[in-house]
């Protein structure tokens, strides 16, 4: 039976992965600083056989006694609305948390997962994109402290891969949605839905034709656990690579949720990727992995567990 440490498990990828962990017979250590993450993403799993929960800043401090044979890093702040309001914290779990994540699993002889983000990418200049490209980024703009954190928690991988000869693999997620999203992250999915059913007007930043390419985050979660099995050091790609435009998405969830709801503009925000659509031939090479989950499908799950968030309400 593996043990297995996922920080950020009480955020919303952190959550689905400890349960799609457990549900394999792992066990699981989840280690959250409940900044972003949320208790109530992971309250069924207290007294479950297997499953511990560690209120900790890794940032500041890790500790997992005993044996530990994997780490799924994925503590940080991950929406824009986020991490525009914790720019320092988000530097400093990309790399102080970083640096203490990679020397526990050096101490544990574990192997090590970073999730990475397509944001490293920037605002691109090649299209779709290949782990191959080196990124747009605006170093010192208002989303550099996210893009930036990512850069350096790759490289400080890297050099950990390199210099000690830790195990480690790089995911760089794209675009994910599902049940547990918050419903105030400012991402475009729960900002659509919770409009549209509330029937008010969807927002839409400048003329809604940058594109967004979405994964469902079962899908997601399955791609991180191949690639914590097969992948080597070099970052992989896991994203849906069909490509719709922010107008079409609009489109869409209109129809699943039967909103009556209009659109109204607003300006874009800085540095806004006008596109954004992962190559992932290699996930498919090295992984055998591909998203599953069709886009209305996936929506139509979101939009009942926000339903059932306003009813809670």
Not at 131 to 153: C, L, Q, T
Request: charged letters at 25%.
């Amino acid at each position: 039976m593996e043990r297995i440490l996922v920080t950020g498990g009480a955020g919303f990828i952190g959550s689905h992965l400890c349960r799609r962990l457990l549900d394999a017979g792992a066990e699981v250590t989840c280690a959250d600083n409940l900044i972003t993450g949320s208790l109530s993403n992971i309250e069924d799993l207290f007294g479950q056989a297997g499953f511990v929960f560690l209120k900790q800043d890794v940032a500041n401090f890790i500790h997992v006694p005993g044996r530990l044979d994997a780490i799924y890093h994925l503590a940080s702040p991950a929406s824009p609305i986020d991490y525009l309001q914790l720019p320092i914290q988000t530097l400093k779990v990309g790399a102080l948390g970083t640096h203490k994540v990679l020397g526990l699993a050096k101490d544990k002889r574990a192997r090590v997962l970073l999730a990475s983000t397509s944001e490293v990418y920037g605002d691109p200049q090649v299209h779709p994109q290949p782990e191959s490209y080196w990124g747009h980024v605006n170093p010192i703009g208002p989303r550099g402290v996210y893009d930036e954190a990512k850069r350096f928690a790759e490289a400080l991988v890297m050099a950990y891969h390199r210099h000690h000869g830790l195990d480690t693999r790089i995911v760089r997620i794209f675009n994910t949605y599902g049940p547990r999203m918050r419903k105030d992250d400012g991402r475009v999915v729960p900002n659509f839905i919770c409009q549209a059913l509330a029937c008010e007007d969807l927002t839409v930043y400048g003329d809604g034709l940058q594109t967004r390419s979405f994964c469902y985050v079962d899908d997601l979660v399955r791609g991180l656990m191949l690639a914590m099995d097969r992948a080597d050091a070099d970052p992989v790609n896991i994203g849906n690579d069909s490509e719709i435009t922010i107008l079409e998405f609009a489109k869409v969830v209109l129809e699943v949720t039967g909103s009556i709801s209009h659109l109204r503009h607003e300006p874009m925000p800085v540095d806004d990727p006008r596109v954004r659509r992962p190559d992932i031939s290699r996930a498919r090479e090295i992984l055998g992995w591909e998203p599953k989950v069709e886009l209305r499908d996936g929506l139509a799950g979101a939009v009942e567990y926000f339903k059932t968030l306003t009813r809670r309400a």
